[in-house]
Each structure stands twice: as C-alpha cells, then as structure tokens.
C-alpha cells in the first residue's frame, strides 16, 4: 500500500518553516527532530525513522508549490549561503561564495532545487506539485 502525505505550503515561508512543517509530517512519532539540514532530509527519505519505512512506494502532494518555489527560492538561497560565509571556522567559505556568484547569474541551484533534487534520487517517492 502506498503511503501519500500532504506538504502545506501555506505552512511554509522559509527555511525553517520548511522544516517545521517536514518535522509535523514525518516525524510526528519521534521523540526528536530534523534539524534544518538538507543531509538529514535525505537520510529521512530513505526512510527506517519517522513515518517512511525503508523503500515504500511514498506519494507527497505539495500544496501551494509555486508559492513555496518562490518561499525557498533565489532570495532565501541566497541568505543561506551568507549565514554559512559568518561561520568560515565550521563551512568552507570557497564553496559557499561560488554559489552566491552562480546564483547571481542565474546559473545556481535555489534551496527549493536543491530539495527537489533531494526527493527525485528516491525513485520510491513521487512528487505530486498542487
């Protein structure tokens, strides 16, 4: 049986939101949290924690995906990559300004393509954009 959950995007606005409202959906009956890592999201949809278990057939049906592709697209993006270029002890700075600058040319991923891409690598998973 394929299991399908529902994405809000009405519940989401930026990155954080992005996660809150990821935590409600598929980690409802953990004890603990998804921080506000593109890393842990993958390790969440390969499933065997949260309400994914392993392989599944899994269908998301994103509302409101437009609103949420502008939410998290260019200007979020961009913000998050600055947040990383403050901590130059813990991420490489090289890394984050090239972004910044492929981003500005309209030749970066956003945050939202960057998760898109995430979902696609599980062929277990189909997206259904509202």
């Known amino acids: 049986m394929t ?13 954080e939101t992005f996660y809150k409202e990821i935590n409600e959906i598929f980690m ?6 998804l ?5 842990a999201l993958n390790d969440m949809l390969y499933g065997g924690f949260g309400e994914i278990d392993g392989n599944e057939e899994v269908i998301f049906i994103w509302k409101n995906f437009e609103k ?8 979020c993006t961009k913000e998050y990559y600055e ?14 300004q090239e972004e910044i600058e492929k981003l500005e040319k309209g030749q970066g991923q956003t945050y ?13 998973i189909k997206l259904i954009k509202q």
Not at 83 to 96: A, E, G, R
């Open 35 to 39: 921080g506000a890592s593109l890393d």
């Open 28 to 33: 409802k009956n953990v004890d603990w949290k």
């Open 112 to 124: 939202m393509d960057i998760i898109l891409e995430i979902i696609n690598d599980h062929k277990n």
């Open 3 to 15: 299991k399908t959950f529902i994405i809000n995007g009405n519940n989401i606005n930026n990155i």
């Open 83 to 96: 947040n990383k270029l403050k901590s130059p002890q813990i991420f490489n700075v090289k890394h984050f």
């Open 68 to 75: 949420n592709k502008i939410d998290l697209g260019y200007e």
